[in-house]
């Protein structure tokens, strides 16, 4: 089998509303791009990353001359072609390695017949279980806003009738801390026996992030999500806290996976597909992570059902997945996925058992999808539609008022 030819699309998916986060909003849609890698069968593979539109485009398609006539199996020598550490220095090419690794782990499980779990070690189990994922949210097209205790209990209470969840992670960081203690609080009151997780995405000072930790100690906490920034404020608060800590923005490769092995800052890594160049160094450092007695957990940078499914096969296969994935996917109107949406099920997605990654494209959405991007175009992420003007330093030290709508 070899590579012929790589197709990029960008699409914008629209959510039920528009999310915010420390840096800023998703602004009622995910803008996302999507790779299809044909081989010489005739079989294509399919591949996504965040963002988009031509300058992504023209990414991928720029990677051809690296990618014509490779076999899609030989992914070690993909990665060394694509994105040697030392070349790299020139030209950060981990996400488009993801997706392009993706698209090949497709390729070779329908080359094969066989699903992408079961090239990557065989699945462990056949769903995956998911958090709620809670953010505070402008008011969309027919859905609340979400920015007080009350409102957030009762998003959280819908979310829970709707899918099962029996884990919420809080999106923090948009509102002063102790505010949002509070609605962490209320959540854990509507929610007995369910477990916790919160993450300011790092912009807490030190102060307020021991303050915070120390104030959540007795709650049913999976753990604190980068409440401050860096490894070395990690490693800080983790001495004088009772509350494990997790982190997604300073473990995502394995030079800081081995800082974090000699001098522990997080207790648990969550691995993202996109990040860490693909499904397969997350099995690695999973690996890692299993010898050192690390915690493991998947991470969502927002996704469709194309990078869902990475998401599904990862967590099928790693035996230390000890706690629930994170999905934005139940905010999402609609995919680009034949059949419609993934379900949810007693809080868990059934990891998909067709070859490769089990999901193929839905020609008429992306199509559809495609066309709103170009109407609607991208979005600032790190800016907040309800802010002008204001852009987010770390530590915050300017928060939104929570008695403002919006
Ligand atoms: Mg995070």
Sequence with gaps: MKIVDIRATTVAVPLEAPLRHSNGAHWGRFVRTLVE???????????????????????FRALMPYLKDH?????????????????????????????????????????????????????????????????????????????????????????????????????????????????????????????????????????????????????????LEDPVFGLEGLRYLREQLRVPLATNTVVVNFEQLASNVLRRSADVVLLD???????????????????????????SSGELGVQLATMLHLGAVLPNLGYAADAHYHQLLDDVIEG?????????IAVPSGPGLGVRLDAAKVAEYSEFYREKGGYLYDRDPGRPGWYAQVPNERFADPSHPG
Aim: aromatic share 10%.
């Design 37 to 59: 890698v044909e081989a010489d069968n005739g079989l294509v593979g399919l591949g996504e990353m965040g963002g988009g539109g031509e300058s992504a485009e023209a990414a």
């Design 340 to 348: 419609g949406k993934l379900e949810y099920r007693d809080g868990r």
């Design 273 to 299: 597909t996109t990040f860490w160049g693909g499904v397969r160094p997350c099995v690695k450092a999973a690996g890692v992570c299993e010898t050192f007695q690390l915690g493991v957990a998947v991470h």
């Design 71 to 223: 076999d899609p199996f030989q992914l070690e020598a993909l990665r060394f072609k694509i994105a040697n550490p030392t070349a790299s220095l020139y030209n950060n090419r981990t996400q488009l390695l993801a997706a392009i690794e993706f698209a090949c782990l497709d390729l070779i499980g329908q080359h094969l017949g066989v699903a992408a779990c079961d090239l990557l070690g065989g699945r462990m189990r056949d769903e995956v279980p998911f958090a709620s994922y809670l953010f505070f949210r402008y008011a969309g097209d027919g859905f609340d806003e979400v920015r007080t205790p009350d409102q957030l209990v009762a998003h959280a209470r819908a979310l829970k009738g709707e899918h099962g969840f029996t884990v919420h992670k809080l999106k923090g960081g948009v509102f002063p801390p102790d505010y949002e203690l509070e609605c962490y609080r209320a959540l854990a009151e509507a929610f007995p026996g369910d477990r916790l997780r919160y993450d300011p995405n790092a912009v807490l000072s030190m102060a307020e992030g021991l303050r915070f930790g120390r104030a959540i100690e007795h709650l049913d906490n999976d753990y």
